[in-house]
Nanobody
Framework: QVRLVESGGGLVQPGGSLRLSCAASGNFGSINVMGWYRQAPGKERELVAIITRTGATNYADSVKGRFTISIDNVKDTVSLQMNSLKPEDTAVYYC???????????WGQGTQVTVSS
């Protein structure tokens, strides 16, 4: 059974920083792509950032220059460093894993990020 465990969410003031981490475990073979998505109340889930096992990245325009995604292929972990946070970054953040050997995507349970003064 594949399991994704996210950590690092919380409450932060505007302009602050948070670091999210997601650890994958289980029998999924090797990573193809991992990423972070978010869903704010009343809105659809949206892409934040994705990274391939070779380190290629893609970011939503709204987070470019503020967020950095990184991957550790040995520990099967993906992290998201979030700087200069804004109230509009408030959402539940979800980790996604796309394995190389399967078309099935796996999702974490989500971690709440709240940016408020």
């Amino acid at each position: 059974q594949v399991r994704l465990v996210e950590s690092g969410g919380g409450l932060v003031q505007p302009g602050g920083s948070l670091r999210l981490s997601c650890a994958a475990s289980g029998n999924f073979g090797s990573i193809n792509v991992m990423g972070w998505y978010r869903q704010a109340p009343g809105k659809e889930r949206e892409l934040v950032a994705i990274i391939t096992r070779t380190g290629a990245t893609n970011y939503a325009d709204s987070v470019k220059g503020r967020f950095t995604i990184s991957i550790d292929n040995v520990k099967d972990t993906v992290s998201l460093q979030m700087n200069s946070l804004k109230p509009e970054d408030t959402a539940v953040y979800y980790c996604r894993l796309n394995p190389r050997s399967s078309p099935v995507d796996y999702w974490g349970q989500g971690t709440q990020v709240t940016v408020s003064s």
